[in-house]
Structure formats: structure tokens, C-alpha cells
């Protein structure tokens, strides 16, 4: 009875975890297109992925790789707005339990793997839970690739910075230096506000 109970405890803890996170992706079946969506979409769709890129970027603001992703998001159309919370809540999942994982081997904890999950599903269920508005926050297409996407990124590079000295102690290699540079730099490409939280990491 004991065995039993210690194989089937951490299956529902983890259930109870990743329940929530499948709630939530259901609900983002339902979303839509909202807002600018629409203004994106249409520049994207009658000027292509540069030209609307080159259009937003000098009329409206600095966040190249934003209007890059709105642009080749353009064709797919509104599906991908029903779409886009189930694989944020997947990927960044999957990015904050590697990202933990890395940690927890560095420390050497037992069950390294399966606290990995557990965490990760727990650190993006709180942060979803927490946010002011969920909508804006994983809902609307609009504001979750400025603003939620930019986590994910951080989130790998956190993993990886610790797997990058975990591999190679007391030194980054050049290869790991051109990873760091680009993916700060195309996630830097999202928001303003997210470059300004990258640069005080």
C-alpha cells in the first residue's frame, strides 16, 4: 500500500499542476481576433511580411521582431489566434521545466526530472493566475507576442546559461556567446518593456 501511494502521489501532483494549464488552453480555443489584430493582419496581408514590418516599425514603433511575427502570423489568419495559447502555455512550460531542470542538477536533487515538470507547470500557472488580465495576458494574439512570448525566451536562456556552465566551468564558449546575442536580440526585438527587464538581469 505504501509503494503504491508513493508511485501514484507525485502522478496526481503532477495532474493537479497541469490541469490548469489545460483549462486554460481550452478557453483559448474561443479567442479571436481583437483590436489591432485586425490593423496588423490587414497591413501584413497587403504589403507582405517586410513591407508591413518596415511600415509599423518607422509609423508606429521600434519592435522589429513583433511586426516580423505579426507578419508571418498575417496569412495563417484568426485560426492561430485559438491556437496560440495552447502552444505558449506548452512551450513555455516545456522552456521553465528545462530551465529548472538545469538548476536542480546543478544542486543534485533526486527526482530531477519530474520536480522539473512539476515547478515549471507551477511557475507558468502562477503567472497566468496572477496577471491582472488573463486576456491580454494569453488571450489576445495582440499582446501576448510583445509581452508573454519575450518570457519564454528568458526562460530558455536562464537553462541555458546554467546548462552552458555546467558543461563548461569557468567559461562560456564562443558558440553559447552567439546563442546569448541572438536570442537576446530577437526577443529584445518584442517590447521595450522586456528589454528593459533583460538588460537589469
Known amino acids: 500500500m505504501e509503494n503504491t501511494a508513493r508511485k ?4 496526481l501532483l503532477l495532474a493537479a499542476l497541469l490541469l490548469p ?3 486554460m488552453a481550452y478557453a483559448g480555443l474561443y479567442s ?5 489584430d485586425y490593423c496588423t493582419a490587414s ?4 504589403d507582405g511580411v517586410i513591407g508591413s514590418a518596415l511600415w509599423w516599425y518607422n509609423n508606429w514603433g521600434g519592435r522589429f521582431t513583433e511586426w516580423i511575427v505579426k507578419g508571418i502570423a498575417a496569412p495563417v489568419g484568426p485560426g492561430l489566434a485559438a491556437a496560440l495559447p495552447a502552444l505558449v502555455l506548452a512551450v513555455w512550460t516545456a522552456a521553465a521545466a528545462w530551465a529548472i531542470y538545469q538548476i536542480l542538477l546543478v544542486i543534485r536533487l ?4 519530474f520536480m522539473a515538470l512539476a515547478l515549471g507547470a507551477l511557475v507558468v500557472f502562477a503567472v497566468f493566475d496572477g496577471t491582472p488580465s488573463r486576456i491580454q495576458s494569453l488571450y489576445w494574439m495582440g499582446a501576448v507576442i510583445p509581452y508573454t512570448i519575450p518570457l519564454i525566451a528568458l526562460s530558455f536562456l ?3 546559461f546554467v546548462y552552458t ?7 562560456i564558449p564562443p558558440g553559447a556567446l552567439v546563442v546569448f546575442a541572438v536570442v537576446t536580440f530577437v526577443a529584445g526585438g518584442l517590447s521595450e518593456v522586456y528589454v528593459a527587464f533583460q538588460i537589469a538581469i
Do not use: E, F, K
Open 32 to 36: 479571436r481576433y481583437m483590436a489591432d
Open 165 to 171: 556552465l555546467r558543461r563548461s566551468p569557468g567559461r
Open 21 to 23: 494549464l489545460l483549462a
Open 43 to 46: 497591413r501584413a496581408l497587403s
Open 158 to 160: 536562464v537553462g541555458y
Open 110 to 113: 533526486p527526482q530531477a526530472r
Open 8 to 11: 501514484v502521489t507525485p502522478v
